[in-house]
């Protein structure tokens, strides 16, 4: 309850819903043309319209979604967080949708981070762009939040809320769980996971309490050892070594550095997204050929 007597549901509601009465419309916060806001839709396929009953079902009015969706959605995933970024979030975050990121994460946790009416505030615009875009929008940690401002979803990890806590708060909406080891993952997926994060495979400067590196061969162990969830790699992960993720079987790369600390967030996001599809078409041409000779 803030001082006034309003809830943050309360403020949280307003502020998602002036986000959906003004969608769609002419400009857009970032001052994209209709055009320009369809051409962002078609970049990130298996798409979602703000409010639209294809956009609920990947929100959880029509069950969870499916393992395939899920793939889809994290091939290009960025976590992010206001003191992350080199300038603007809302500015890194409209620039990656447009390289084309599938899903965005907000973490917005560490020193200097916003909290109260700025970080919901923050949180409630992200996740109309993301929608916008045709991308989801997940909240680290959080549930509260994320209920508040109607996310897709929530991501948490083996030392935050338990898993079958937070499926049975979240209902239907994502949740994502990361691991490393297989009883860790079978237990998420046992939980209600709809995928895993499994990091760091690199070491990375942008988490302080991140576990040992694992390498990608943590990927080709898990799915060995029968994992067969929807998978995104996480840490240290650059356009040079995506590849390497998506061949060690991730359906795909989430970065925070990668894209927040780039020059071009759009350029940046670009490629890992290149460097993603291309590699998930290699592996599934050399599986179905593998398939033709057995
Ligand atoms: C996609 C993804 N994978 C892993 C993490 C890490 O989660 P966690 O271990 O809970 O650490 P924090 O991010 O909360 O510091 C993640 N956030 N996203
Ligand atoms: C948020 C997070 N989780 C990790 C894990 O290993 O679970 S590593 C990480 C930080 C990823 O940032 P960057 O892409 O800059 O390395
Ligand atoms: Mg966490």
Known sequence: MNED???????????????????????????KSKQEVNKLKSVNQGLIDNGTEENRECVGIHGRISSDRMREYLQLYLVVGSVDCKEDPVKVVSEALEGGATLV???EKGPGSLTGEARLELAGRLRALCHSAGALFIVNDDVELALAVDADGVHIGQED????????????????????????ARSAIHQGADYLGIGPI????????ARAVQGPQVLKTLRAQGIAAPIVG???????????????????????????????????????????LRALASSSSASASQGSEA
Do not use: H
Not at 202 to 209: A, G, N, R
Not at 249 to 260: L, Y
């Open 234 to 276: 996480i840490g240290g992960i650059t356009a040079a070594r995506a590849a390497e993720v998506v061949s060690a079987r991730a359906d795909g790369v989430a970065v925070i550095s990668a894209i927040t600390q780039a020059d071009d967030a759009q350029g940046a996001a670009a490629t890992l997204k290149r460097e993603v």
């Open 5 to 31: 007597g309003t809830s943050v549901e309360a403020i949280a509601g307003e502020i998602v819903r002036g986000y959906m009465r003004e969608e769609p419309r002419e400009k857009d916060g970032m001052g």
């Open 161 to 184: 809320e338990a898993a079958d806590c937070v499926r049975a708060r979240i209902g239907e909406r994502i949740l994502g769980v990361s691991a490393i080891t297989a009883c860790e």
């Open 105 to 107: 994460q907000f973490r």
């Open 202 to 209: 690199y070491p990375t400067s942008s988490k302080k309490d």
